[in-house]
């Protein structure tokens, strides 16, 4: 059986009119595959169409765990995409609203509430850092894993990745930089790895405190990265390459404190030598002349 999806048409009508359609999302046993035909908003593919009722296993404890389970069977069921297909939203919405619908609902459960904002599902189902859950499970492996000389595939970045879910969901998916580029992400986590395993046997590591913070600072180890990419050219850049720049800059990375903590410690001894803390001034909203 080959796999049908979305039109883009029908994929774009859905992300729009996600309030107007939340009685339909509500519903869990609204059809809309059928909605879909109604409006010729479906066509075959050339794939042949996979089973992914796996997925369902790992669908309930909202692990990093088990989302990495579910993103293997995803990823391994569609690892011979070509980019143009990987990378279309339509793809992957027909799957969260069809194929995947029962495990979209029992993974992002709060649907299932009466009073479940459209926000929510707009967030899962369509553009979560401008793409759906699927789509983004699909790339977090698509973009680490790597084939051994036997063709075996090496997991070793993936797992690392969904370990650390800060590190994925806060750092590393907001920075299309990093993100988009399987160069500069394998050598973001090579670094990281070595890192941690640093701190595990005891030894001096940018990460001895930090960790997430030391990721997404302005000099932190992502930033680092988007701003190399802002001032010269690295699309030829090997994950290598990312890596020894990181290792250059270890000293900089570790030099971000926790700026949270850092207050909070600046508070507590202003408060016990009693001194007040400079409150911060408001500064005037400027009035906007009306047009006449």
Not at 3 to 32: C, G, K, M, S
């Amino acid at each position: 059986m080959k796999q049908t999806i979305f039109t883009p048409e029908f994929a774009e009508v859905l992300r729009i009119h996600v309030q107007d359609n939340l009685p339909n999302y509500l519903n869990p046993t609204f059809n809309w595959r059928e909605e879909a035909e109604k409006h010729d908003g479906l066509y075959e593919t050339d794939l042949e169409k996979p089973d992914l009722s796996g997925m369902l296993a790992y669908a309930d404890s909202k692990t990093s765990g088990d989302d990495y389970e579910a993103g293997k069977i995803l990823f391994e069921a569609f690892k011979d995409l070509t980019p143009m297909q990987a990378a279309q939203s339509h793809f992957w919405q027909y799957l969260s609203h069809v194929d995947l619908y029962d495990y979209m609902r029992r993974r992002w459960n709060k649907i299932d509430e009466q009073d479940c904002d459209p926000n929510y599902i707009a967030e899962h189902w369509f553009y979560k850092q401008n793409r759906n859950w699927l789509e983004g499970l699909y790339w977090s492996f698509k973009n680490t894993v790597q084939t051994n000389e036997d063709g075996v595939l090496d997991y070793t970045y993936t797992k690392f990745l969904f370990r650390e879910q800060n590190l994925r969901n806060r750092g590393i998916m907001p920075s299309a930089t990093v993100f988009r580029n399987p160069e500069a992400l394998k050598g973001v986590l090579r670094f990281c790895i070595e890192e941690m395993d640093k701190k595990d046997r005891g030894e001096d590591t940018v990460f001895d405190k930090y960790f997430e913070y030391r990721i997404t600072a302005p000099k932190g180890v992502v930033q680092l990265v988007n701003k190399l990419a802002g001032v010269i050219e690295v699309s030829a850049y090997t994950s290598q390459d990312f890596y020894d720049f990181l290792v250059a800059s270890r000293d900089i990375i570790k030099s971000q404190g926790d700026r949270k903590k850092e207050k909070k410690e600046r508070d507590e001894a202003m408060a016990a030598a009693g001194i007040a803390p400079k409150k911060k001034k408001k500064h005037k909203k400027s009035k906007k002349h009306k047009r006449r």
